[in-house]
């Protein structure tokens, strides 16, 4: 079975601190994203990274930075944390080569204050 | 770029009835049309999808179907169970890698 867990299932922050949300896929997948979920938005893209050091902007990526360094962790960096960011936010890895199935993580609820 | 509406947003129905839930999708070149399902508190699950060069594919009480002149596809579940109730979403392949993805809908069985 694929595992993709997330570095906390809770945070809260402060406007302006710098947040950083890990990601770790145990399943040699080389593709994952970041997605933020709120209430009748669906899943919105963030960042999405096809291979190790290679990163792509999704559909929302202002206010957030990602890094990875490594095939099976996926980092979501927010630079300066602001209201506006307090949301659920999902990682999900997939395998490069196919099937096209994405595995999620549990999420992560960041509460920004 | 791509756009996926779905409808509704919430579906009522009893126990043992179908439910039906439909998206549209803008871009012809979609190819590939996943649906998850998000049980409350957990994460988003595939359980079934489709692609461009098939019309349905059934798997025991579900169901989807793509019309790709109207650029539409639905999920069928039929004989509705206690624990289909979840949020499901739609989705659509733009590329390789990104989905695009509906705004949910949020399905509720009455006993």
């Known amino acids: 079975d694929v595992k993709v867990t997330q570095s906390s299932r809770y945070l809260v922050k402060r406007t302006g601190e710098k947040v950083f949300l890990e990601c770790v896929q145990d399943?040699?997948?080389?593709?994952m994203f970041w997605y933020r979920q709120d209430p009748g938005l669906g899943l919105r893209l963030i960042y999405f990274s096809y291979d190790v050091k290679m990163k792509e902007k999704g559909d929302i990526p202002e206010g957030y930075s990602v890094s990875r360094e490594k095939k099976e962790r996926f980092s979501l960096i927010l630079e300066s944390a602001s209201t506006n960011q307090t949301s659920m936010y999902l990682c999900a890895s997939r395998s490069g080569a196919g099937p096209y199935e994405q595995y999620f993580g549990p999420g992560t609820r960041l509460t920004v204050t | 770029g791509e756009n996926v509406e779905q409808h509704p947003s919430t579906l009522s129905v009893q126990e043992g009835d179908s439910a039906v839930i439909k998206c549209t999708y803008s871009d012809s070149a979609s190819n590939y049309f996943p649906w998850y399902k998000q049980e409350l508190g957990k994460r988003p699950q595939l359980i079934i999808d489709?692609?461009?060069n098939v019309g349905e594919k059934k798997d025991q009480r579900i169901a989807v179907t793509l019309n790709k002149t109207a650029k539409h596809f639905s999920l069928h579940i039929t004989e509705t169970q206690p624990e289909d109730s979840a949020v499901y979403f739609c989705?659509?392949?733009?590329?390789?890698?990104?989905?695009?993805w509906g705004a949910g809908t949020k399905l509720i069985i009455k006993p």
């Open positions: 989705a659509a392949s733009i590329s390789n890698y990104q989905l695009i």
């Open positions: 489709i692609r461009s």
């Open positions: 399943m040699d997948h080389e593709n």
